[in-house]
């Protein structure tokens, strides 16, 4: 009995950090959804690089790997100073005509 709650309480401390890490991109999940879709609009087609035909699959996924960490780490740390993300802020403007 003691053993299975010793691998509870080891399993929650595994599952809280990508939990906290995560949390920021959920608290802004409107401003990361037209965040990344600016971003890989602007580098992958032809207003941007235009790289789609030069990349590999996996290049692509890298590239997106790097957009996504990016908007991740911008989420953080502008919850630092901020209740909620920019297009959060104006939905609520807008729905509460404040």
């Known amino acids: 009995m003691a053993d299975s709650k010793v691998r509870v309480r080891r399993l929650r401390t595994l599952t809280r950090r990508p939990r906290h890490v995560l949390a920021p991109a959920g608290r ?50 502008w919850l630092r100073t901020h209740r909620y993300g920019p297009v959060e802020y104006g939905l609520r403007r807008l729905t509460n005509w404040t």
């Open 28 to 77: 802004v999940a409107a401003s990361n959804y037209i965040g990344q879709s600016v971003l890989t609009c602007l580098v992958f087609t032809g207003y941007g690089l235009a790289p789609a035909g030069r990349l590999s699959p996996i290049a692509v996924m890298g590239v997106a790997l790097l957009i996504y960490t990016a908007l991740l780490w911008l989420s953080a740390w």
